[in-house]
C-alpha cells in the first residue's frame, strides 16, 4: 500500500479493502494500469482535493503506475531526541522534522544524519531506529515529482548552539517537550502527523522508562 500526500490531502493506492468507515475519502477500484494512471492524473490537477483511495487489482502493479504517473526522489530526515524533548523546526512557517534529499551516492542513513546536522547545526546525531517511509509530491514545471522520504530516530547530547539553515527557508530550530506535541502534530505537514505520530510518541515514552 502507498499513501501518497498532496496539497495535505492523501491518495492511497492498495490491493485490498480499506475500513469502509474513512469518512471524507472517496473510493475508486480499477483493474488496469491506463485507468490508475488517468484516475491519479485527475486527482493531481484538482484544484480541490478530497483524500482519495483507488484499490488496484491484484494483475497491475502499483510500482508500474507510480512510475507513469510520477518522477522519484528520495530523502531522508530524523527525529533527534535530546534528553526529554525533541528537536523541531519552522520551514516556511510551518513546523516540521529537519530532511533533505539524497546526495549521490548516499545512502538514506547518512542522508538522514547530514540534513539533520546542516539544518539545525546539532553535532554528532546518532541513529537508534526506523520510522515508517512517509510519501508526498509536488508539481515541477510540467512533472510531478513523488518524494519517499526515509526516516530515523536519533539522539544527541545536549550542549550546542542551534544554528538555522535560513538558505532552506529554516527560521527556527526548537526542543519540544512531551506536553507540546499535541500542538507540534496538529499543525505540522499531515503525512508526518499521520504517518510518524504513533510511532514517534512510543520512542519517546521507551526513552522516559529507560532514563
Same mark, same amino acid.
Given at each position: 500500500m502507498?499513501? $501518497?500526500?498532496?496539497? @495535505?490531502?492523501? =491518495?492511497?493506492?492498495?490491493?485490498?479493502?480499506? !475500513?469502509?468507515?474513512? +469518512? &471524507?475519502?472517496?473510493?475508486?477500484?480499477?483493474?488496469?494500469?491506463?485507468?490508475?494512471?488517468?484516475?491519479?492524473?485527475?486527482?493531481?490537477?484538482?484544484p480541490?482535493?478530497?483524500?482519495?483511495?483507488?484499490?488496484?487489482?491484484?494483475?497491475?502493479?502499483?510500482?508500474?503506475?507510480?512510475?507513469?504517473?510520477?518522477?522519484?526522489?528520495?530523502?531522508?530526515?530524523?527525529? $533527534?531526541?535530546?534528553? @526529554?524533548?525533541? =528537536?523541531?523546526?519552522?520551514?516556511?512557517?510551518? !513546523?516540521?522534522?529537519? +530532511? &533533505?534529499?539524497?546526495?549521490?551516492?548516499?545512502?538514506?542513513?547518512?542522508?538522514?544524519?547530514?540534513?539533520?546536522?546542516e539544518?539545525?547545526?546539532?553535532?554528532?546525531?546518532?541513529?537508534?531506529?526506523?520510522?515508517?517511509?512517509?510519501?508526498?509530491c509536488?508539481?515541477?514545471?510540467?512533472?510531478?515529482?513523488?518524494?519517499?522520504?526515509?526516516?530515523?530516530?536519533?539522539?544527541?547530547?545536549?550542549?550546542?548552539?542551534?544554528?538555522?539553515q535560513?538558505?532552506?527557508?529554516?527560521?527556527?530550530?526548537?526542543?519540544?517537550?512531551?506536553?507540546?506535541?499535541?500542538?507540534?502534530?496538529?499543525?505540522?505537514?499531515?503525512?508526518?502527523?499521520?504517518?510518524?505520530?504513533?510511532?514517534?510518541?512510543?520512542?519517546?515514552?521507551?526513552?522516559?522508562?529507560?532514563?
Open positions: 502507498y499513501k $501518497v500526500f498532496c496539497d @495535505n490531502f492523501f =491518495l492511497c493506492l492498495s490491493k485490498q479493502s480499506l !475500513p469502509a468507515d474513512r +469518512k &471524507g475519502v472517496k473510493v475508486l477500484k480499477t483493474n488496469t494500469i491506463n485507468q490508475a494512471v488517468e484516475l491519479i492524473n485527475s486527482w493531481l490537477e484538482l480541490d482535493k478530497n483524500d482519495l483511495d483507488i484499490f488496484i487489482d491484484e494483475s497491475v502493479s502499483i510500482e508500474t503506475v507510480l512510475s507513469r504517473v510520477f518522477k522519484r526522489r528520495y530523502a531522508a530526515g530524523g527525529v $533527534v531526541l535530546i534528553e @526529554n524533548k525533541m =528537536l523541531t523546526i519552522i520551514r516556511n512557517t510551518i !513546523p516540521d522534522l529537519p +530532511k &533533505g534529499h539524497l546526495d549521490k551516492g548516499e545512502i538514506s542513513e547518512q542522508a538522514a544524519l547530514r540534513e539533520v546536522s539544518e539545525t547545526g546539532i553535532k554528532k546525531p546518532e541513529i537508534i531506529s526506523s520510522l515508517p517511509t512517509t510519501y508526498h509536488y508539481k515541477l514545471g510540467n512533472a510531478w515529482i513523488l518524494k519517499e522520504t526515509s526516516w530515523y530516530i536519533m539522539r544527541c547530547e545536549a550542549g550546542f548552539t542551534f544554528v538555522p535560513l538558505d532552506e527557508g529554516i527560521t527556527a530550530v526548537e526542543l519540544i517537550s512531551e506536553k507540546d506535541f499535541d500542538a507540534f502534530f496538529l499543525t505540522t505537514y499531515r503525512s508526518i502527523h499521520e504517518e510518524l505520530e504513533i510511532d514517534i510518541r512510543k520512542q519517546f515514552s521507551l526513552k522516559q522508562q529507560n532514563k
